[in-house]
C-alpha cells in the first residue's frame, strides 16, 4: 500500500494568464518545448526538473511559492 505524502500542483497556466503569456511566448522566452510546457501546465510531470523550475521562475519574474503549491495528505 502506498502512503499518501501530499501532492503539489504547478500552477503555471494560471501565471500564464496573470502575466497575458501565451504557451508559444513562454516556450521562446525559456528556451523550452512547447509540448513540455504544456505537460507543466496540465500538470502532467512526474519528475520536476529543477533547471526548468529556475528557468520559468526566472521568465515569469515569480517565486518559487507561486509556482508551486503543496497540499498535505488529508488526515484519517
Known amino acids: 500500500m502506498e ?3 501530499g501532492h503539489i500542483e504547478i500552477r503555471l497556466n494560471e501565471l500564464l494568464k496573470q502575466k497575458g503569456l501565451s504557451k508559444n511566448k513562454l516556450s521562446y522566452k525559456a528556451e523550452m518545448n ?3 510546457i504544456d ?3 496540465t500538470n502532467n510531470i512526474t519528475r520536476l526538473d529543477v533547471y526548468v523550475l529556475c528557468k520559468l521562475c526566472t521568465v515569469l519574474e515569480c517565486e518559487i511559492q507561486d509556482l508551486l503549491v503543496f497540499f498535505p495528505p488529508e488526515k484519517k
Open 34 to 36: 512547447w509540448k513540455q
Open 3 to 5: 502512503e499518501n505524502y
Open 39 to 41: 505537460n507543466y501546465c
